[in-house]
Each structure stands twice: as structure tokens, then as C-alpha cells.
């Protein structure tokens, strides 16, 4: 286990109530705590990667959690190109793999991303 | 008259309450869902914390600061605004969730603009960077305080600067080990920085207090610091599972003989920050020589009506970006500099600076870091540019510039627009470029469009709000 939700009962910040949220991970169902973003969830639930990207289909997660540098993109409900930890979760949002790499047989629709 | 301030962390708070203070009329705009900026980011309001001061300096004062902006009927606050463009047509936003689809469309003139953007993590590259399991410093600090996520059971901290403390509290705070902080500058460097005429820094007294709360509180975590060494080497099949750290001499070179390894499940980066400039130029807005956004006493840039605060004019922490927002807001909404209401700010300005100044000296980057780097390692992460394609390129092209070694090896040239990676490139450019290339005046600075933007967004008939 690498990346984890801090458990609500020993939170030194007392969080508010810790309702769940449910989305669609590559066709798995996975929770997570209302108002994570969907890196929150992604991590919490374990996966470390969800794109490959453009030219060697290397594995990219999460790197600067800010929106800055695009590594955590995926297909978030059928559109490509969203970055997952500027998203907050919502119940049945469906967050496919991206991989760029043009071998890859992943179905997207294009997004428009400079 | 409306004075738009862009960017809702520490500076653009403090603008906006001084636009208001002047009573004049104020549109607060920031990506995020919810104020506070990059210092100030907590749980969001469908989870509020009761103790949230545990990961924040200053709370309190954000939450009035919050409450002044948003219960003044004088100030629009609009959350979820994507500031994508700036032209002579006005400052375009797109509103709605990040990366769309059907986001709002806005236009808000540039008559008055306080541009507050701030910063965000600089790293260098270090082999083993791009493995799932790295972090930025920051990503790690958003995690934990938005989302409460630890990026990891074992963690490391490394880089440079005191950000990489405040990311480590926050790591042990959400039930992480923290096996380390490493920081590249070595003792001497830091100590002689701060020894050197200690009476400018009557004043930070606030600053001292809190080095000492951070010494108590490692070592209630049992938190081990160390300076003079750095993450040479980062190991692992499928994600990170160790580091390899070294001493480093006074130029960051790695010291051959005194590498050991440590077992990791996380690695968090930092080496700085690097300004959120893309805006500020957009504006018009020249930068100074050390490349950030150049300004006057008064917060002026060189665009008459725009002014900017916070760390697109210099990286100097939360307290700087306040006062900064202090004096930027007040002018903007017609004041003057010698106005009474600022004489605290200025002068708190001034003491911050000063220790700025210091942080900047003590942590600057090693001119030898790129000594760590191996033939494979990944330079631009979005398109797998590995240093030896990037050397074979420059020499093959003869490294004339650093538009030519981005066409060719496509470096900086993937989706992140080379926020990443530009920097670097541009360092290891200029540092090949003694052997006799040149380089050309570009940088990677400039970025039309500042976020993206969906074809089906632009269209004429799609919901456009024009503001006045
Ligand atoms: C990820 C991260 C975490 C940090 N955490 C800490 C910390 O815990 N403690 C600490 O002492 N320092 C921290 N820092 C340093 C911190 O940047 C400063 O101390 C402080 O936040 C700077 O304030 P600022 O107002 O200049 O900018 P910021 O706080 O960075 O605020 C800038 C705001 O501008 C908005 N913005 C930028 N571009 C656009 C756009 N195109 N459209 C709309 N909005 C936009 C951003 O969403 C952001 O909210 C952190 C820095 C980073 C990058
Ligand atoms: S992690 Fe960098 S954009 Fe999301």
C-alpha cells in the first residue's frame, strides 16, 4: 500500500462527516470520501498510474497536483485530456485509462488541448 | 470602474479587501472551486474541518478574509473561473468544471487588473523522476491538505528551500512516516545567509518563531533533516520503491563515494518554484532579470492599469504575497502610495523582502546539479525526452537556440506546454551553450492559451455571457 486516505478517526484536523463517493475506475467500482478530487480517489483506491503517455506509453499518475503539468489526465465520463486532480469526484463519474500513444486502441473523443 | 483581480491565494485575498476597502468595485476570479490559493487550500466545504489551523499558519485570518470578500455586495467572487486568454477583446473565462465540457464563457475588461497567479513547483530532474510514485513538493502538500491523501506510508522529502518543511509537517500530519528530509544546500551555505547582517531582520521575528516551531515539531516526529545531500537516483519496477542519496559539494555535484539508499513507497520534489507567468505577459507585462513579472514600489507593472502580486513578482512565502496584495489592490482602486493605510504594509513589505532575499541566496540551485543526471534520464515528461536525445539534438543542430532543440527533439513541446520541463531545458542549454552554441532570446514562458480550451466551447452560439 502506497498512497492512502487519512483515516477519519485519527485525523488530528477532525474532519466533518465522511459521506462516500462511488465512480466507475476502467469498469471497476471504486469509493472514495466525498469532496476528494478523482486523483483523491484514484490514489486512496491504490492505483499509482492511469495514462500512458504520447510517445513511449510510460505509466503517469499524479505529479504536481496543481494543475500544471498534465500528467494525470484521463477520460473522465468520455472526454479526454481532463485532469483528474483539478476534478472533485462525483457519484457515477466514469474515469477511463488515456493512453496517447498511437498503438494504443483506446476509443476517446479528441479534445482540443493545445 | 471594476478592478479584476486574477488569482484568489494570499495576494489576490489581500488585493481584492483593499480594492474594497477603497470602495471600489471588485471581480475576484481563480480557477479553483474555492479561495485560499496554493498556502491556503483545505477540505472543501461539504467536509469542513474543525481543526484545520493543524496544516495552516494564519487560518483565522483567512477565514475573515473570506468572509469579508464574499459579504460584500461590492465584490463578485467567481470560483471555477479558467482564465484561458487575454487580447484587446478583455480577460476571456471559461466557467464551469476544469477542462470543461460546456463551461460559461465571460469577458472582463483589463482597465484595472491585479494579476496574482502565483507560483508552482520547480523540479529538476533526477533519474527515476517519472516513476509513479514521484510527487512535486506541492502535489504532495494539495493532497494532503485538500484531500487529506498521504502520498505515502514511508516518504521522502527532498530539494531545496524551507517549503520542503511545511510539506513534511503536513506528511506526518496525515499519518505518513516521513523517513527524511533532504535539502541540497549545505549547512554552511544556509547558516553563513542568515548570519550576515542579522539586524535586517528585526522585524521577521514571526519567521524566527516559526523555525522554531518546525525544529520541535520534527523532532516530536522524529522527522530527520539533513543539508548537503540530494536524491540521486530514484528505484523501482512498476513505482518507487527506494532512493539513492548523496552528498552534494557546494554546486550540487554529487560526491562519488557517499551514495546509500533508503527504502521509499513516496518521493516528494521540490527545487523552488517557478512563476505562473502566461497571464502576465499576455497582459503585456515585462519581466525583470530574474524572470519574473518586473514591478515599481507601487506594485505597477509596465502596462498601465495592471498590477501584479505575490510570487509572480518574486518567491517569498504567504506573508510577502499579502502585503504585496495589500499595496497592488489600494492603487489599483486609485490610492497612493503614501497613503497612511499602507505604512505597515511597506514596511512589512520591506522586511520580507529582505529575508526573501536571504531563502534565495541560502537555497539557490547548484549550478552542477545536472551532474546527477544519466544518458537515460527523463527530462520532458510529457513527451519521454531523455537527456542524451536532447545532447545528441543540440550538437547535431549545433544548439543554436532553444526553438530548434524544441522542434526537433519535441521537447517542452507536449501537453503541459513545457511548464515542467522549460526551465531545465533552458538551464542545460545555457550550460552546453559555453561549448559554442547560442542561444536564441526564447524562452518558455509565454503561452497564448493558458488553459485548455474545447473547440465546442468557442462556438459563437455556446453560452456567452459578456461582462461589461
Ligand atoms: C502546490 C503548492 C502548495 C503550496 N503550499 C504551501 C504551504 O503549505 N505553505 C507555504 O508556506 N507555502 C506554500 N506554497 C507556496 C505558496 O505558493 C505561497 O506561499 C503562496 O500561496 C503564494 O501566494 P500567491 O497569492 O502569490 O499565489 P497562490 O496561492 O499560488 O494563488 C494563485 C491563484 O491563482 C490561480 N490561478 C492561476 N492561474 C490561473 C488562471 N489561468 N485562471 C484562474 N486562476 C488562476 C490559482 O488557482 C491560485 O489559486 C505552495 C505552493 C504550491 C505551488
Ligand atoms: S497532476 Fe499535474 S496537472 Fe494534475
Redesign the interface.
Known sequence: ????????E??????????VVTIVVDGASVTG?????L??VL??AGY??WRG????D??????????????C?AV?NG?S???V????ADDGDVVTFQS?HPDSSVEEQS???? | MKIVVIGAGPAGLAAARAALDANQRVVLLD?A?DLGG?YWRH??S???????A??HHQWTNFVELRARLEDDPLCEVVTSAHVWAIDRAGIHVLVG?????DRERRTYPTDAVVVATGA??RVLPVPGW?L?????A??????AK????????RVLVAGSGPFLLPVALSLA???STVVGVVEASRARRVASSWAARPWELVGARTKVAEAGSYAREFARHRIPYVMGRAVTAIHGA???ESVTIAAVDSSWAPIVGTEYSLAV??VCLGHGFTP?LELAIALGCQLNDRRFVAIDEGQRTSVVGVYAAGEITGVGGADLALVEGTIAGHLAAGGRLDDEVLGQARRHRATWRRFAARLDVAHAIGERWSQWLTPET?IC????VTYQQLRTVARVTDSSGLRSLKLTS?AGL????G??CGRTIESLLGAWSNEGGLIDGVTTDR?P?A?????GELRVDSRDAATD
Open positions: 500500500m502506497t498512497a492512502h486516505s487519512v483515516d477519519p485519527k485525523d488530528p484536523i477532525r474532519p466533518g462527516s465522511t459521506n470520501v466525498r469532496g476528494q478530487t486523483a483523491g490514489l486512496s499509482v498510474s503517455t504520447s510517445r513511449g510510460r505509466p503517469r499518475g499524479l505529479f504536481c497536483g496543481i494543475g500544471v503539468c498534465f500528467d489526465v473522465v472526454l485530456d481532463v485532469r486532480c483539478q476534478r472533485r496517447d479534445s482540443d488541448a493545445p | 480557477a472551486d496554493q477540505l472543501p461539504s467536509r469542513p474541518s474543525s481543526n484545520e493543524v496544516l468544471p476544469p477542462d470543461g465540457p508552482h513547483d517519472e509513479p510514485g514521484v510527487y512535486s506541492g502535489g504532495a502538500q494539495a493532497l485538500g484531500d487529506r491523501v498521504a502520498v505515502g506510508e500530519n496525515s499519518t512498476e513505482c518507487v513507497d513516496a505562473r527523463t515528461r510529457c513527451e519521454d519535441r507536449g501537453i503541459c506546454q511548464r515542467t503561452r492559451i488553459v485548455p480550451v474545447r473547440l
